[in-house]
């Protein structure tokens, strides 16, 4: 299992790793401190476009997400079977686990349906690069009209 995705078992598990990702060499303990001044989430994913305007329709009419007047969405932690957590995972700079894409990053969607969203994506001739099955779930990776990389993640139903 790669990286990240043993985390998300390893959490769902109640085992928590270094780092949201299973490391070969220890990070260090976690903080002990329990009071107010941590970081509680992820509040938002900000990045630049050549063209916002055309990417953020693209986002709304090839993914479905409700943009928002002043550009961007608004994503739910409280969806009907939405992962109770998010994964936070540096990688390597010399990592091609985002390839094609030359971008620094790559977005994961959680999808409640992989077959219904690949099946859309088809009709909109969205090219799938992949498509994998593994023990926490289901994925499969496209590319944005940025060249930023894509993964849908639906997951393993408990």
């Known amino acids: ?28 303990p976690a903080p002990t401190d329990s009071g107010p001044g941590r970081v509680t989430g992820v509040g938002g994913i900000f990045f630049k476009s050549k063209d916002p305007k055309a990417l953020a329709a693209w986002y709304r009419d090839v993914l479905g997400l409700t943009i928002e007047p002043w550009g961007g969405a608004m994503l739910k932690y409280d969806a009907p079977g939405h992962p109770a957590v998010l994964a936070w995972n540096p990688f390597k700079s010399s990592t091609d686990y985002m390839a094609p894409s ?30 994998e099955d593994e023990a926490n779930g289901r994925f499969a990776w496209i590319l944005d009209p940025d060249g930023t990389k894509i993964e849908l993640w639906e997951p393993k139903k408990s």
């Not at 990240?4 to 109640?14: L, T």
């Not at 990053?105 to 001739?125: Q, S």
Request: charged share 30%; hydrophobic share 60%.
């Open 102 to 131: 030359e971008r620094e990053f790559m977005i994961d969607f959680a999808v409640d349906d992989l077959d219904a969203v690949v099946a859309k994506l088809n009709a909109k001739r969205v090219v799938i690069l992949k498509r």
């Open 1 to 28: 299992m790669r990286g990240w995705r043993a985390a998300w078992v390893a959490m769902a598990s109640g085992v928590v790793l270094a780092g949201g990702r299973a490391m070969a060499e220890p990070v260090g």
